[in-house]
């Protein structure tokens, strides 16, 4: 109706199309990662993530970084998941490691990255590791950078870096399993509790998302895109420049490699940094993340993420262009 009333063209009615048009696309799966966060909080054993992964915490963050490949979600539905994870017991480092590297450590990504950049006509055989650069790139360098972050939070306690309400929800679980004996809700209880955990995260959850979603369709809609092509030439600005397009797009990690493809002009190393920065950080995923985290953990991962990829997208890229060029045996 409110689109209707508008005149064409309408720049309000613009910035409501895109506005729905990406809330739409991402609300399903904040519904579909609130929903795993409440049956997670409901049935999932405290004990189970101690039993299930290393005792060394340094090994720990490196296997946490391969979940994706098991369960996994898009940078939408993460961050629900982890904040009950994190209250369930799994260390702070494999939940930043895992949050970080699940949207893009995923088949369903890396699937989409082959399609979009014509990968899959490439390979033949055990020919992959040499035919699929940008797909090898893309993963093993998110890979790379979750790990490295994850192994810097190993050198803090969860208090420091967790808002107090998800930090005091941790101290609450252990001190119930330490000293109750209450017997244990049946399914249905259980079942209800998840519902109302996953309606909590999700109304929590979507504020956040929300406004993130607000700016970036405003830039989407008024801000002229074709300023980016003024410094695709030069790598020094091309990376920094198309980061920062993906942090305000707040594309899905499932779709954006159909964007960045086209991209004719940014190099390889520029469209690796947009496919890497902007699934682990853009607009609506800092507001998400401040549901989790204090508002500095946010910044120095938003500033870390940034200049860690920023840096390492050139000599990567280069290394997996070098693997592709080197002679077959």
Not at 83 to 103: D, E, Q
Not at 115 to 143: D, H, P, Q, V
Not at 249 to 267: E, N, Q, R, V, W
Request: aromatic share 8%; charged share 15%.
């Amino acid at each position: 109706m409110i689109l209707a009333a508008l005149s064409e063209p309408s720049r309000l009615g613009d910035v409501l199309m895109a506005f729905l048009s990406i809330l739409f696309e991402g609300a399903p799966y904040i519904m579909i990662g609130t929903m795993l966060s409440g049956l997670i909080d409901a049935f999932l054993p405290a004990k189970l993530l101690d039993r299930v992964l290393p005792k060394n915490k340094v090994i720990a963050t490196f296997m946490a970084g391969f979940l994706g490949l098991i369960f996994p979600v898009c940078e939408c539905a993460v961050v629900p998941v982890i904040r009950r994870l994190v209250k369930k017991g799994l260390p702070l480092s494999c939940a930043l490691t895992y949050m970080l590297s699940a949207p893009i450590m995923n088949p369903i990504v890396a699937v989409s990255t082959l399609t979009a950049f014509k990968e899959f006509e490439k390979i033949t055989g055990w020919t992959m590791l040499g035919n699929a650069s940008m797909t090898i790139a893309r993963l093993s360098l998110g890979y790379l950078v979750a790990v490295i972050v994850g192994l810097i939070v190993l050198k803090f306690k969860p208090a420091q870096l967790l808002k107090a309400s998800v930090a005091d929800g941790i101290e609450t679980n252990e001190t119930e399993h330490a000293h109750s004996d209450a017997p244990k809700p049946s399914f249905n209880a259980r079942l209800v509790h998840a519902m109302r955990t996953a309606m909590g995260d999700f109304l929590d959850t979507g504020m956040y998302f929300t406004v993130g979603v607000i700016i970036t369709s405003v830039f989407n809609t008024q801000v002229n895109q074709a300023i980016l092509d003024t410094v695709a030439g030069r790598e020094y600005l091309a990376i920094p420049s198309i980061m920062g397009l993906s942090f305000v797009l707040s594309l899905c990690s499932t779709s954006d490699a159909f964007i960045a493809a086209p991209m004719a002009s940014f190099s390889m190393a520029a469209k690796l940094a947009f496919l890497v920065f902007g699934p682990m950080m853009d607009i609506k995923l800092m507001f998400m993340y401040s549901a989790v985290f204090k508002r500095r953990m946010v910044i120095a991962l938003l500033l870390g993420t940034f200049i860690l990829i920023a840096i390492l997208a050139e000599p990567w890229s280069a290394l997996i262009q070098l693997l592709q060029t080197t002679p077959k045996p």
